[in-house]
């Protein structure tokens, strides 16, 4: 069995403004970006991907198998490539998941 670690990956725009009137080049790099993650939802365990609404970043939490791979999938994100983003990741541990169940929410602990 495969050992995968979970992180959490942080996308910011390196430019104010920049979701609120995208450059031509800029908004060719958010497209890649939707082609990237596209790809790599068949190739890698995603949790949760998405922006904030405040539009001040997006958040992925995905499994890796190292440090160095998790910081390799941020940095070949074409907004990483391009300059419009700038990529963080953190070693993450999910310790409570909630679960939806018709008519219940409860936290389940995770081992």
């Keep these: 069995m495969e050992n995968r670690s979970t992180f959490i990956g942080l996308l910011r725009p390196t430019r104010p403004g920049f979701v609120d009137q995208m450059l031509p080049e800029e908004e060719a790099a958010m497209q890649a970006h939707a082609a990237y993650l596209d790809q790599l939802l068949s190739e890698t365990t ?3 991907i998405g922006p904030c609404l405040d539009r001040a970043f997006g958040l992925s939490i995905f499994e890796a198998e190292s440090e160095d791979s998790a ?3 941020m940095a070949q994100d074409p907004t990483v490539e391009r300059g419009v983003m700038t990529a963080e990741v ?3 541990r999910i310790s409570f998941l909630m679960s939806q169940c018709p008519n219940k929410r409860t936290w389940e602990p995770l081992p």
Excluded: K, M
């Design 46 to 48: 995603f949790f949760l």
């Design 71 to 73: 910081r390799q999938i």
């Design 90 to 92: 953190h070693p993450f």
